[in-house]
C-alpha cells in the first residue's frame, strides 16, 4: 500500500490528531470517560495505522521492538512503583490517600500516575502483539 | 514494614518480572528471579509465623477497608500453602540457570524468568487473597504464564500441549468467573468472608446451587481433578525441565487450596457435605484417579509422561481427603499439598538432570538404563522420591497416606483404606519400572557418565531430603495442616 | 413471556456461552476453537455487565437531580475481564501461530496423527 498517494497522505495527517486525542482520553480519565487503557490503544492504533500503510520495518524505524518491550515493562514498573510509594509515604500498598496534601489531591495523584503506567503498557502489548503477528507470516514465506 | 509482608510478598515477583524484561540479561534475569524467589520464602515463612503465634493477617490494599476494598487475609490455610509454594520457588530457582541454558533458545531465556516470576507471583497472589474477583485475576495471571511456560519447551508437541493447557484452563477459569459472577448477583459482595456471611440470608438457593456447580467444575479442571485432567500429562511432559518441577509441585495445589476456600469458607459446609451428594462425588472420582491413572502409569514408556499419570493419581488422594471430611482426612489433603509438591518437585528437577546429561528432550525408560552407575546420587534421589510416591514409612508421603487411613477409618469406610492400599501397590509397581531400569538394567555403552551439574543436582538432592525429612519431622508439615484443617472445619466464616 | 421477556438478558448470555462451549468442543481447527473460547468468555461480560444497569439510572457520578445510579463495580471488573480475555486470544493465537509454523496444519486430527507417527519412530 506504499505506493498508494491517499493513503500516505492521509495516514501522515491523521497520525498527530490520533496521538493528540490519545493524550487527551489519557489526561481527561479522570474527568470523564477515558483512562490508561483507551489511551493506549489508540496511540498503538496510529502507530498500526502507520505500519499498514507504510510497511513494518518503517514502523519499526519509527519506534523500535526494544523500544516497545520496554515501553511495556516501564508502564508495570510505574504501576508498582505509585503502590510502594504508598508505603514509603506511611500508607498501605496502593495507598493514594497519603501522596497529596489532603486525601482527594493524593487520590488524584495517584489514579493518574497509575493511569499514566497503564496507558505506557496497553500500548506497549497492543504494537508488541502487532509487530509479532505482523512478522511472522513472512519469515515462513508465505504471506 | 512487617505489616506489609502481605502485599510485598505478592509485589516483589510482580515486580521482578518487568524488571527482567527492562535488563534483558540472563545473568540478571537469573539474579531476579533467586532474589524474589528467597525473598517469598522469607516472606511467607514471617507470616506462617506471624498468623500462628498472633491470628490472621488482615491488610487493606489501598487502604479501602474490607469488604469495600480488596483485603489480602492470610490464615492458618493460605499461610501453609504460601509457605508451600515459595518452597518449592527456592528450589527451582537456583535450579533453572543451567536448565533453561540448556533447554531454551538464548534469546527467548530472559522471558522463560520474567514468566516463571509472573507465574510464582500469581499463585502467592491466589493464596493470600481474600477477594473472590481478585482471586480470578491472579489465577490468570498465573495460568497464562504457565501456558508460556509450557510452550517455551523443546519439543514441537510442547506447543500442542500448552494449546490443549490454554484451552482447558481457560475454559477452568471462565467457570470460576460464572460461578463468582452469580455469587456477586446473590449477595452484592466479592469479598469471600462477606460473601459467606450474607449467603445464608440469600431467598432464592437455586443460582448459589448453580454457583457451586461452576466453581467446582471450573477449579476441578485447574486442579486436574479425575476425569478434568486431560490436560495434565503432556502439559507436564513437554514442557521445560524447571517449569514441569514447579508446575507439578505448586500449580494445581494452589487450585486445591482455592477450592477448599470455597467449600469452607463460602459454602455452608454442613449444608455442601450433608445435603448434596458432594461427599459420594469426591469419593467416588478420587478412588478412579487413585487407581485408574496410576494403572496408565504403569503402562507408560516416557517417564516424565509416567510421573505426569502419578500426579493425577495424587491429587486424587488430596481430593479424597476433602471427601471424608474429618479432621484427620483434611489434615491429610492439606499436608500432601506440601508432602506431594516436595515429592514431586524433587522427581522433575532430578529427571531435568538425567534429560540434560542424555542430551536427548524425552527420558524414555531406555534413558534411565544403569542410572545407577552412571548417576549414583541422582539414582539414589530418585529412589528415594519414589518410595515417598508409594507411601514407605519414612518418607513424606506415609504421613500423608496414615492421616488419609485414619481419617477413612474414623468413618469407618474400610473400603477407602482398601483402596488406598491398592493404589500404593499399583504406584509401588510404576516406581519400581523406574528403579528396575535404573538399578537392574546395564547401561547402554554410548549413555553419559557423570552427575548433572552441581547446581542442579544439589537442588534435585536437597528437595530428595525433605521428603525425608518431612517424613519424620512432621511438627511443621503435619502440624500446620493439622491447624488448617481444624481452622476449616470451625468454618472459616 | 414473561420469563424470556424479562430476563432476555439472561438468555442471551445461555445461548453464548453454550454456543461457546459448541464451537470449542465440536470444531477441529484450533482456530475456530479459540473463537468458541472468545465466544464463552463474551457471554461473562453480559452476565456481570446486564445486571449492572438498573432502569432509569444514570452514570455514577454523583450530580444533581439524580438520585438512582447504575452499579459500577461490574464495569470494573469486566474491563478487567476482557484484559484477561484479549491476553488469553493473543497468546493462543501466538500459540496457534507457531503451530502452524512447526506442523504445517491447525486441524487437530492431524497434528495428532504427526505425533503418534512422530512416537512411533522413537519407539
Known amino acids: 500500500m506504499k505506493d498508494d498517494l491517499i493513503l500516505r497522505v492521509v495516514s501522515k495527517l491523521t497520525m498527530p490528531f490520533m496521538l493528540l486525542f490519545a493524550l487527551y482520553v489519557q489526561f481527561h480519565g479522570d474527568f470523564g470517560p477515558g483512562g490508561g487503557f483507551q489511551a493506549g490503544v489508540i496511540a498503538a492504533a496510529a502507530i498500526v495505522f502507520y505500519g499498514i500503510t507504510f510497511g513494518l520495518a518503517a514502523a519499526q524505524r519509527l519506534v523500535p521492538e526494544i523500544v516497545v518491550e520496554r515501553l511495556l515493562a516501564a508502564g508495570v514498573l510505574l504501576y508498582a512503583g505509585v503502590g510502594l510509594a504508598g508505603i514509603l509515604l506511611g500508607g498501605n500498598y496502593l495507598d493514594y490517600f497519603v501522596l497529596g496534601a489532603d486525601t482527594v489531591a493524593g487520590q488524584h495523584r495517584g489514579i493518574f500516575w497509575v493511569e499514566a503506567g497503564v496507558g505506557l503498557t496497553v500500548a506497549g502489548v497492543m504494537l508488541k502483539l502487532f509487530y509479532m503477528f505482523a512478522s511472522r507470516g513472512r519469515d515462513a514465506g508465505d504471506a | ?493 | 413471556m414473561s420469563v424470556v421477556g424479562a430476563n432476555y438478558s439472561y438468555w442471551i448470555t445461555i445461548v453464548l456461552m453454550v454456543g461457546g462451549m459448541y464451537i470449542l468442543i465440536a470444531r477441529g481447527n484450533l482456530l475456530k476453537k479459540l473463537l468458541g473460547l472468545a465466544v464463552l468468555q463474551s457471554s461473562v461480560y453480559l452476565l456481570y455487565i446486564a445486571p449492572g444497569k438498573l432502569i432509569g439510572g444514570t452514570a455514577p457520578i454523583i450530580a444533581e437531580g439524580y438520585a438512582v445510579y447504575s452499579n459500577p463495580l461490574p464495569h470494573v471488573l469486566i474491563l478487567t475481564a476482557i484484559v484477561v480475555g484479549v491476553a488469553t486470544l493473543a497468546l493462543g493465537l501466538a500459540i496457534v501461530v507457531r503451530i502452524r509454523e512447526a506442523y504445517g496444519s491447525i486441524e487437530e486430527e492431524e497434528i495428532l496423527a504427526r505425533d503418534r507417527a512422530d512416537d512411533d519412530e522413537a519407539r
Not at chain 2, 401 to 424: D, F, T
Request: charged share 10%.
Open chain 2, 1 to 493: 514494614m512487617l505489616e506489609h509482608l502481605a502485599a510485598l510478598i505478592v509485589v516483589v515477583p510482580l515486580v521482578a518480572a518487568p524488571l527482567i524484561v527492562l535488563v534483558r540479561s540472563r545473568r540478571f534475569a537469573w539474579i531476579a528471579t533467586t532474589a524474589a524467589s528467597y525473598l517469598s520464602l522469607l516472606f511467607s515463612v514471617q507470616l506462617f509465623w506471624r498468623v500462628a503465634t498472633l491470628g490472621p493477617v488482615s491488610y487493606a490494599i489501598g487502604s479501602w477497608a474490607p469488604p469495600w476494598g480488596i483485603e489480602y487475609r492470610v490464615d492458618a490455610l493460605s499461610s501453609f500453602v504460601l509457605v508451600a509454594v515459595s518452597l518449592t520457588a527456592s528450589f527451582v530457582a537456583p535450579y533453572a540457570q543451567r536448565s533453561i541454558a540448556r533447554e531454551v533458545a538464548r534469546d527467548r531465556q530472559y522471558l522463560m524468568y520474567a514468566m516463571y516470576c509472573l507465574c510464582l507471583s500469581g499463585l502467592l497472589g491466589i493464596a493470600i487473597t481474600g477477594d473472590a474477583f481478585n482471586l480470578f485475576v491472579f489465577l490468570e495471571i498465573s495460568s497464562l504464564a504457565s501456558y508460556v511456560l509450557v510452550a517455551l519447551g523443546p519439543r514441537r508437541q510442547s506447543l500442542m500441549a500448552a494449546y490443549q493447557y490454554m484451552l482447558m484452563g481457560t475454559v477452568g477459569a471462565t467457570f470460576y468467573v460464572i460461578g463468582v459472577g452469580l455469587l456477586y448477583l446473590m449477595t452484592g459482595t466479592l469479598n469471600l468472608a462477606d460473601m459467606a456471611q450474607r449467603l445464608p440470608g440469600v431467598p432464592d438457593v437455586r443460582p448459589v446451587l448453580v454457583a457451586l456447580a461452576f466453581i467446582t467444575v471450573g477449579i476441578g479442571l485447574k486442579l486436574a481433578l479425575f476425569p478434568l485432567h486431560q490436560w495434565l500429562p503432556n502439559a507436564y511432559a513437554y514442557a521445560p525441565s524447571m517449569a514441569t518441577a514447579f508446575l507439578a509441585a505448586t500449580a494445581t495445589k494452589v487450585s486445591v487450596y482455592v477450592l477448599l476456600r470455597f467449600y469452607f469458607g463460602v459454602f455452608d459446609p454442613a449444608r455442601l457435605f450433608e445435603h448434596l451428594p458432594t461427599r459420594e462425588v469426591f469419593v467416588a472420582l478420587s478412588l478412579a484417579a487413585m487407581v485408574a491413572a496410576s494403572l496408565v502409569a504403569v503402562f507408560e514408556q516416557d517417564v516424565k509422561r509416567l510421573f505426569a499419570y502419578s500426579s493425577v493419581a495424587q491429587i486424587g488422594y488430596i481430593t479424597l481427603g476433602i471427601g471424608v471430611d474429618n479432621q484427620a482426612s483434611l489434615t491429610g489433603s492439606i499436608v500432601h499439598l506440601l508432602n506431594h509438591g516436595v515429592t514431586k518437585g524433587a522427581i522433575f528437577l532430578l529427571l531435568g538432570g538425567v534429560a540434560l546429561r542424555a542430551g536427548a528432550a524425552a527420558v524414555r525408560l531406555e534413558t534411565l538404563a544403569g542410572l545407577g552407575r552412571r548417576m549414583p546420587l541422582t539414582a539414589l534421589g530418585l529412589a528415594l522420591a519414589g518410595l515417598s510416591l508409594v507411601g514407605v514409612p519414612g518418607t513424606a508421603g506415609f504421613i500423608t497416606k496414615w492421616y488419609l487411613v485414619v481419617g477413612a477409618l474414623e468413618r469407618g469406610w474400610w473400603w477407602v483404606v482398601a483402596a488406598i492400599l491398592a493404589s500404593s501397590l499399583i504406584a509401588l509397581a510404576y516406581v519400581w519400572r523406574v528403579l528396575e531400569a535404573a538399578y537392574l538394567r546395564p547401561p547402554a555403552a554410548s549413555a553419559a557418565r557423570g552427575e548433572a551439574p552441581a547446581p542442579m543436582l544439589a537442588a534435585g538432592m536437597a528437595m530428595t531430603a525433605l521428603c525425608v525429612y518431612f517424613g519424620f519431622e512432621t511438627s511443621f508439615s503435619a502440624g500446620g495442616a493439622a491447624d488448617a484443617a481444624a481452622l476449616l472445619l470451625r468454618g472459616l466464616r
